[in-house]
């Protein structure tokens, strides 16, 4: 198995970089799209800069346009001088280019799948890429199923023996949990769970992988990660960019399933998950199956108490004038879609018992971020009570982006003769402590998709799991829309929000 | 990407402060800065050196370095044959912008000049200016001395040097044993000549991670390469490590390497004008393996012939040639260079020809 040669490979053994995945084929449904062009190619081109692609790897883009292999190319080339991290080294991208082809049909004309199959038979054969494929479906969610089907029936998802065949889900992994579990049917039906990688590309960020670190390989923070130190935990995902386009996808999802069915629950996943057995897929996914089962459902009633939904009116960004949601284009100008949400979540579990989880995320917010904020109990009021100083709790601050870092807020003496007490802030950025460039999330996700390694990859329990969880919010909210509150854009979010928090003595932290 | 800000200086022009009020006189600097700019600092970086004429080119590297690894840089000039003995102290900063931000993030340099005996006060220098509770990396730009004052090792948690700047490499080698022999010091050894075989060394594995090639590995019969006039140590230490992996016995004599059947894998260097290594090739029965790296290119070339499949050429990460570059590599790894110390005693009798 390649696998096993890795491993015995001696030349490996002492070198900081991990291995190199098997020679493969990597095919993108979808590559005329956006996500090639600004990720997934610049990604690709950043490992192959790294050295960290197989020595033999081909990349087919699979879409409608017609198109030459070289216009492709040279299209990819410009979005890669735009969007790499890294500048574009001339000779390296024409020998990574050289890889690249582009393959024209329909998604839905077996004709196309058929031929694709013998073209990369023969690029096996003369490249050497091993039989091994990697399907990426970049292509919009709508075509998902005609492309699972075409692949089955082509018969690319089965690989030869000794190779692989693996396939890339993007998100969104449907709209609601009976069109997710339908997805999920179509995938299993032409692929094994072990060769499906559902990317949720928050996970391959730096600082998301980081949690896992900093809970459990610093004994300070484990030991007191639960409801006896911590008062309660904050998530905010906030940016000040509207639906920019998107509005056909928005208008249809909104924020809870956009953002809060992934990214955040994936997230508060991370933060309140137990230890896991190993740091092998499995037994990561496992743990964080567990915390989506341990949430207390939302239904009925209580999702008004508990969740606020709200929609951008006009304002201002960044000193410019904007629009409200429902006079952007292709709005429906009575449309109800939330792009604000603010929820309690409570943990139904020992470690968590009490400790109420704040989760908001929304569009045309001030700043753009995406933290984790732990605040955790006051200290007793009993030492400093005589001298009228007010203390602030210590709050321990996971940012995801941007300025990755974490920073931890104590209480400090103020120099002098008079006893004051002052919050100060210890501070770790990245970016300041680190000289290295973080690599972006999907170089990572991709060259594990291609070494087989599933860990940053949603399973489809967890997928469901979210889903039940977020249905039964969007189910409440479709008895009524009085419930949804506006907010001006440029502001941080509506008044109901501020509530919503205040209820606990809370209240949200400023970015 | 980080803007490099000039507000420092050299040991000409920085600031010169008396020792004892060096840590004052810090002090003041940032209060000066106002809340623009931002000290940090990961590591104590100390550079001790012999070579004066050589010091402007430390401080660039130092500069460099600083903009991507913040620390607090000592940088020691010794001149132990000055006929006086003196000490001097210089302090400056090297800032860099974080990218658009307006902040300033800054690392502070001490220069000290260390004439005649007092060289002698070498570690009560380094001991008292160390940023507590940082790790110290002690960079030696010279050749080390002996006796070894066993306090100052004691200290390093980290030890680089180059040994493909050394004249005399089997006694200089003979002397980083000792320095690293049990319970003398537990400082890493970093020789740069080693970091710089990094990418050499990955990009052989990578070839080898391939499944056609991988089984080509246990019947290599012969190795060629190619190094620069004076580099034969580099070429030599990256045999080493391909012997030591591969569990080759060096036969000296002949200049042959033994595999365990008793095969004889003979190997041949040649020293032709260009960058320190630019080739290796590796060849089995029935496959050869190849690495070149042209003058003035950061990518290797590799190339892969196997039977059965087509040729396989592929551009691969080379060393960066920037001595600041190959510094901040070391400086970027944790924990120990496991198989130096291993390759090292491959091809030590080599050394002394």
């Known amino acids: 198995m390649p696998t096993d040669i890795l491993r015995s490979n001696p030349l490996r053994e002492g070198l900081a970089q991990r291995s190199i995945p098997d020679p493969c084929t990597l095919v993108i449904f979808g590559a005329t799209g956006d996500l090639t062009h600004r990720k997934l190619v610049p990604a690709l081109y950043n490992l192959a800069a790294d050295g960290a692609l197989p020595p033999a790897i081909s990349v087919v883009g699979f879409a409608r346009r017609d198109k030459s292999d070289e216009v492709f190319r040279t299209e990819l080339e410009e979005a890669a001088h735009k969007f790499s991290r890294q500048g574009i080294n001339d000779d390296l991208w024409k020998n990574f280019a050289s890889n690249i082809c582009y393959h024209r049909s329909e998604f839905d004309k077996i004709e196309g799948y058929e031929a694709l199959a013998r073209r990369l038979d023969e690029m096996d054969s003369?490249?050497?890429?091993?039989?091994?494929?990697?399907?990426?479906?970049?292509?919009?969610?709508?075509?998902?199923?005609?492309?699972?089907?075409?692949?089955?029936?082509?018969?690319?998802?089965?690989?030869?023996?000794?190779s692989w065949s693996r396939i890339i889900v993007e998100k969104p992994f449907g709209t609601d949990l009976p069109s997710a579990k339908r997805l999920n049917d179509l995938v299993e039906n032409a692929f094994d769970e072990s060769e499906t990688f559902r990317i949720d590309h928050y996970l391959g960020k730096e600082t998301a992988q980081n949690i896992i670190v900093l809970r459990f390989a610093n004994a300070l923070f484990e030991a007191m990660w639960n409801s006896r130190y911590i008062d309660h935990i904050q998530i905010t995902a906030s940016e000040p960019l509207g639906v920019e386009g998107r509005a056909g996808y928005?208008?249809?999802?909104?924020?809870?399933?956009?953002?809060?069915?992934?990214?955040?629950?994936?997230?508060?996943?991370?933060?309140?998950?137990?230890?896991?057995?190993?740091?092998?897929?499995?037994?990561?996914?496992?743990?964080?199956?567990?915390?989506?089962?341990?949430?207390?459902?939302?239904?009925?009633?209580?999702?008004?108490?508990?969740?606020?939904?709200?929609?951008?009116?006009?304002?201002?960004?960044?000193?410019?004038?904007?629009?409200?949601?429902?006079?952007?284009?292709?709005?429906?100008?009575?449309?109800?879609?939330?792009?604000?949400?603010?929820?309690?979540?409570?943990?139904?579990?020992?470690?968590?018992?009490?400790?109420?989880?704040?989760?908001?995320?929304?569009?045309?917010?001030?700043?753009?971020?995406?933290?984790?904020?732990?605040?955790?109990?006051?200290?007793?009021?009993?030492?400093?009570?005589?001298?009228?100083?007010?203390?602030?709790?210590?709050?321990?601050v996971i940012r995801i982006q941007p300025d990755e870092g974490i920073s931890l807020r104590m209480s400090a003496k103020m120099p002098g003769s008079s006893l004051r007490i002052e919050p100060v802030k210890m501070d770790f950025h990245?970016?300041?402590?680190?000289?290295?460039?973080?690599?972006?999330?999907?170089?990572?996700?991709?060259?594990?998709?291609?070494?087989?390694?599933?860990?940053?990859?949603?399973?489809?329990?967890?997928?469901?799991?979210?889903?039940?969880?977020?249905?039964?919010?969007?189910?409440?909210?479709?008895?009524?829309?009085?419930?949804?509150?506006?907010?001006?854009?440029?502001s941080w979010g509506p008044a109901e929000a501020d509530e919503?928090?205040?209820?606990?003595?809370?209240?949200?932290?400023?970015? | 990407?980080?803007?490099?800000?000039?507000?420092?200086?050299?040991?000409?022009?920085?600031?010169?402060?008396?020792?004892?009020?060096?840590?004052?006189?810090l002090g003041k600097l940032w209060e000066s800065s106002g809340d623009t700019k931002t000290r940090a600092s990961l590591i104590n970086l100390v550079v001790y050196t012999e070579n004066e004429a050589g010091l402007a080119e430390d401080n660039e590297v130092l500069a460099s370095v600083a903009g991507r690894h913040p620390c607090r840089a000592i940088l020691i000039l010794g001149t132990p044959?000055?006929?006086?003995?003196?000490?001097?102290?210089?302090?400056?900063?090297?800032?860099?912008?974080?990218?658009?931000?307006?902040?300033?993030?800054?690392?502070?340099?001490?220069?000290?000049?260390?004439?005649?005996?007092?060289?002698?006060?070498?570690?009560?220098?380094?001991?008292?200016?160390?940023?507590s509770d940082l790790p110290l990396c002690l960079w030696w730009k010279a050749d080390f001395p002996e006796p070894l004052d066993e306090k100052l090792w004691a200290w390093v948690d980290r030890l680089i040097f180059d040994s493909s700047s050394w004249r005399n490499p089997h006694h200089q080698f003979s002397i980083i044993r000792h320095i690293s022999?049990?319970?003398?010091?537990?400082?890493?050894?970093?020789?740069?000549?080693?970091?710089?075989?990094?990418a050499w060394r990955f990009a052989l594995a990578s070839q080898f991670d391939n499944a056609s090639a991988f089984p080509h590995l246990s019947s290599v019969e012969s190795l060629s390469l190619r190094c620069a006039p004076g580099f034969r140590i580099s070429a030599l230490l990256?045999?080493?490590?391909?012997?030591?992996?591969?569990?080759?016995?060096?036969?000296?004599?002949?200049?042959?390497?033994?595999?365990?059947?008793?095969?004889?894998?003979?190997?041949?260097?040649?020293?032709?004008?260009?960058?320190?290594?630019?080739?290796?090739?590796?060849?089995?029965?029935?496959?050869?393996?190849?690495?070149?790296?042209?003058?003035?290119?950061?990518?290797?070339?590799?190339?892969?012939?196997?039977?059965?499949?087509?040729?396989?050429?592929?551009?691969?990460?080379?060393?960066?040639?920037r001595l600041e570059d190959t510094l901040l590599a070391e400086l970027s790894r944790a924990g120990r260079h496991t198989l130096y110390t291993e390759s090292l005693e491959v091809i030590l009798p080599l050394l002394t020809h």
């Open chain 1, 250 to 396: 928005y208008e249809k999802s909104g924020a809870l399933r956009d953002m809060v069915q992934n990214h955040l629950l994936q997230l508060l996943c991370l933060t309140a998950m137990e230890p896991p057995a190993g740091l092998d897929a499995d037994s990561i996914r496992d743990e964080k199956v567990k915390v989506l089962r341990s949430l207390r459902p939302l239904t009925g009633d209580d999702v008004f108490k508990h969740v606020v939904r709200a929609q951008y009116g006009a304002g201002s960004i960044n000193g410019k004038r904007v629009a409200a949601y429902r006079d952007e284009l292709n709005v429906n100008p009575g449309s109800v879609t939330e792009t604000y949400v603010a929820m309690e979540i409570n943990v139904d579990n020992w470690r968590w018992a009490g400790v109420p989880f704040f989760i908001r995320v929304g569009k045309r917010l001030p700043k753009a971020g995406t933290e984790i904020a732990v605040h955790f109990k006051s200290v007793p009021p009993v030492l400093f009570r005589a001298t009228g100083e007010s203390i602030d709790d210590n709050v321990l």
């Open chain 2, 81 to 131: 044959s000055a006929p006086t003995s003196q000490a001097s102290a210089w302090i400056s900063a090297h800032c860099h912008l974080l990218g658009k931000d307006t902040r300033q993030i800054c690392s502070e340099q001490i220069t000290f000049r260390l004439d005649g005996d007092a060289a002698n006060a070498l570690p009560n220098i380094v001991f008292s200016h160390l940023d």
């Open chain 1, 126 to 162: 003369t490249r050497g890429t091993g039989g091994n494929r990697l399907f990426y479906l970049a292509a919009g969610p709508d075509q998902f199923e005609v492309i699972l089907e075409n692949l089955r029936k082509s018969g690319l998802n089965k690989a030869r023996p000794g």
């Open chain 2, 238 to 321: 990256l045999l080493g490590w391909l012997a030591g992996r591969l569990k080759w016995r060096l036969d000296a004599e002949n200049e042959t390497f033994i595999a365990a059947n008793d095969r004889v894998i003979p190997f041949h260097i040649d020293e032709i004008p260009g960058p320190n290594l630019s080739l290796i090739s590796i060849k089995s029965p029935d496959a050869r393996f190849e690495l070149k790296l042209a003058v003035g290119s950061d990518f290797f070339e590799s190339t892969i012939q196997t039977p059965g499949i087509p040729e396989i050429r592929q551009i691969l990460p080379a060393p960066r040639g």
């Open chain 2, 181 to 198: 022999s049990p319970g003398k010091s537990a400082a890493v050894l970093c020789d740069l000549n080693w970091t710089r075989l990094h």
């Open chain 1, 500 to 511: 919503l928090i205040k209820r606990h003595e809370g209240a949200w932290r400023r970015l």
């Open chain 2, 1 to 25: 990407m980080e803007t490099p800000v000039s507000t420092s200086a050299s040991i000409e022009s920085g600031i010169p402060v008396e020792i004892g009020k060096i840590d004052k006189e």
């Open chain 1, 430 to 490: 990245y970016g300041t402590s680190f000289g290295k460039a973080t690599p972006e999330a999907y170089e990572r996700l991709l060259l594990d998709a291609m070494s087989g390694d599933a860990t940053l990859f949603a399973r489809r329990d967890e997928v469901e799991q979210a889903w039940k969880f977020v249905d039964a919010i969007h189910e409440a909210w479709t008895t009524r829309t009085d419930d949804l509150a506006l907010y001006s854009s440029g």
